[in-house]
């Protein structure tokens, strides 16, 4: 399983963090694992909600079969996925106050049988997209 941790400090409130974060319709813009819907859009997130969005992960197109577990708003939103071949996800977002913004730390971990093979790989490949994500909501927060 690959298991990464980044974190960084972002222009605004954990509430505007929070927010950002948990309207599932915004995910194309930022989410960098997202490439595509199944089905119906989302709305906010909230505990049980769940909803189907199209992946890339290694170059290899997956789709992945999301639920909210948990959620104490503004500090932490967290989402499990299904894959395809027995493969899961899970994304955690812890949100602080800092001075002048926030902290936003994400942990995310991809795992599955059909993975090992390729698992130096894949933390690489999972860095780079936590760390555009957080690239691409610094961005937001810091137009709105």
């Not at 599932?24 to 199944?38: C, N, Q, S, T, V």
Request: net charge neutral; charged share 25%.
């Amino acid at each position: 399983m690959s298991d990464i941790t980044l974190e960084r400090d972002v222009p605004g409130t954990p509430e505007q963090v929070a927010a950002l974060v948990t309207d599932l319709a915004r995910w194309p813009e930022w989410f960098a694992l997202h490439k595509g819907w199944i089905g119906d859009v989302p709305t906010r997130a909230a505990v049980g909600v769940g909803f189907k969005h199209k992946v890339r992960v290694l170059g290899v197109p997956a789709d992945v079969t999301w639920e909210v577990v948990e959620l104490q708003l503004p500090e932490r939103v967290v989402l499990k996925g299904k894959g395809s071949k027995r493969t899961s996800m899970r994304v955690d977002f812890r949100i602080s106050a800092r001075p002048g913004g926030s902290r936003v730390a994400i942990e995310a971990q991809v795992g599955g049988l059909v993975l090992k093979p390729v698992g130096a790989q894949l933390d690489t490949w999972l860095d780079v997209r936590v760390d555009r994500t957080l690239d691409r909501l610094e961005e937001l927060l810091a137009a709105s």
